[in-house]
């Protein structure tokens, strides 16, 4: 059999109108074209027999031809055409028309190792308690310039510190029993309309509902996205908002502590006390010395995040550490200006929701392809 | 277009199917292969405006020297649904063998011939950039047994 393809037997052995497979493996991708064909390849290199797992490519929307190469390895490729709806959304639809079982959703630019989808398969399995099981991210990143192994290790450091039962499901590649998911209300495509916190959200209305959701340490994967300083300041701007705005702060960091924003806002906390201290006490008395306080204030917000320092000293040697600490402040500060926006626009606004068409066209049930977001039920 | 329903005209004379040949595959991209086929004056139109369900596409991809067997396409295109109306892309490198059997089932099955050689990932790629469908499916089939 060729890489990408399903082959008929001819005796009939496997059958194409049986309903159900072991898993769905759904990949969801948006202008993915650099790195869909090495996450396709991976899938198709699992120690998984071939009949007993189907790849769903579901494009959302997509401009540089991943249909195309979806097209070269995939069983089923859905095509969303208009304005691009969100990951949830996409994930959604590759549900609806799922086999298996058991799904697991790979993002586009996520390779599996050869163990993670059976491994995954055998963790369910075994643990009928758990309902849905995630791989965490390994050392390396697919792309090899600084930032990209600096946001790497920063969402690893999470993720190794806060493994177990946790509400961080499928941040790059997870498995959940279907009934299980679609029983949860599925991914809320109302409020998500961009790669953001929409697995977290899930998870915890997975934990809510009694479901055990399990983040592995064990069970690796590859991030291969390039990531470059405005990507990283957009992804962070986003996820912070929209967890200030919709989904609550405090709630969610017990729930997710392995969220990368809780890694990134943890250590403000002491450094921003220190700080309006100073500032607070500089109102009274006159400073002698504003630059030797601030100073004062870098250096408390260092050595609050010594153990991330420590961890990519680890990893990638003093000097990676050194050029890291600056790029963490920075994005430590655009952390804490998005979540303190999120925080008003949840007062002066409320919570996040889609643009009036998409509102209207709900209201009235109009029915369409591609379908309208929906509610969460 | 065929309909999934279509044991009834198993007896009936095989329609001509329309017919795509590719030659010279090695000497062109796959890209540039997409730019000469684009897209029917038909397929353009089934774009035009919001639809209430979406479209479904089936392609088919058989290498060089292998078959498929007929009451397989049938079954999938029956698991979409009795009233579900679904596009059959036959791609074939070489030239297909006993497709006779196929063409009587399904009607207006459209074929797309590439010469001998042609990879099944270009062979599914050649026919995505033919399917209409917001949802296709890909099948390939199985080697011919001497």
């Known amino acids: ?377 | 277009m065929s309909s999934a329903g279509v044991d009834s005209i198993l007896f009936q004379e095989p329609p001509s199917p329309p017919i795509v040949a590719i030659k010279d595959a090695s000497a062109q991209s796959v890209a540039g292969q997409r730019e000469r086929y684009a897209p029917t004056a038909a397929a353009s139109e089934i774009f035009r405006g919001p639809r209430r369900t979406p479209r479904k596409s089936l392609i088919v991809v058989l290498s060089e020297n292998h078959v498929v067997s007929p009451d397989l396409v049938t079954d999938s295109l029956l698991g979409e649904g009795v009233d579900e109306v679904v596009d059959v892309i036959l791609a074939c490198a070489g030239p297909p063998l006993g497709i006779t059997a196929l063409q009587r089932r399904v009607r207006d099955l459209q074929i797309l011939l590439a010469p001998a050689g042609t990879s099944t990932e270009d062979l599914r790629e050649l026919a995505m950039s033919q399917a209409s469908g917001d949802i296709v499916t890909l099948l390939s089939g199985s080697p011919a047994i001497a």
């Open chain 1, 1 to 377: 059999m060729t890489l990408g393809e399903r082959e008929i037997s001819t005796s009939g052995d496997y059958a194409l109108t049986s309903r159900t497979l072991p898993l769905s493996v759904i990949v969801s991708v948006r202008d993915a074209g650099a790195t869909l064909r090495e996450v396709l390849l991976a899938v198709r290199a699992s120690d998984l027999r071939t009949d007993s797992y189907e790849i769903i490519v579901v494009d959302d929307a997509s401009s540089d031809g991943s249909v195309a190469i979806a097209a070269r390895y995939a069983d089923t490729v859905v095509k969303l055409t208009g304005r691009a709806s969100g990951p949830g959304y996409a994930r959604n639809r590759g549900v609806e028309l799922a086999r298996g079982d058991v799904v697991a959703f790979v993002e586009g630019d996520v390779a599996v190792r050869p163990d993670t989808l059976s491994r995954m398969l055998a963790t369910l399995a075994e643990n009928p308690d758990v309902d849905a099981v995630s791989a965490s991210r390994d050392a390396t990143s697919g792309a090899r310039n600084f930032i990209s192994q600096y946001w790497n290790l920063l969402l690893r450091f999470g993720e190794q510190h806060h493994p177990g039962n946790c509400a961080q499901f499928a941040p790059g590649c997870g498995a959940i029993r279907r009934r299980v998911f679609i029983s949860a209300g599925m991914y809320d495509e109302w409020r998500f309309s961009t790669a953001c916190l929409e697995s977290v959200e899930l998870g915890e209305r997975l934990l809510g509902a009694g479901h055990g959701a399990l983040l592995s340490s064990e069970l690796k994967v590859t991030h291969l996205k390039e990531w470059n300083i405005g990507l990283v300041c957009q992804e962070v701007w986003g996820r912070s908002r929209l967890l200030a705005r919709s989904l609550g702060y405090s709630r969610m960091s017990a729930v997710a502590p392995s969220e990368v924003v809780f890694t990134l806002s943890r250590a403000l906390i002491p450094a921003g006390a220190l700080l309006g201290t100073l500032m607070l006490a500089a109102a009274f008395v006159p400073p002698p010395h504003v630059r030797a306080e601030v100073a004062l204030a870098l250096v408390v917000l260092v050595m609050t995040n010594l153990p991330l320092h420590r961890f990519y000293v680890t990893a990638r040697g003093f000097r990676f550490a050194a050029m890291s600490a600056p790029v963490h402040i920075f994005v430590q500060t655009v952390t804490a200006t998005a979540l303190c926006t999120g925080w008003v626009l949840r007062y002066l606004i409320g919570d996040a929701s889609p643009d009036a068409t998409t509102q209207a066209y709900s209201e009235v049930g109009l029915e369409i392809w591609p379908p309208i977001r929906r509610r969460p039920r």
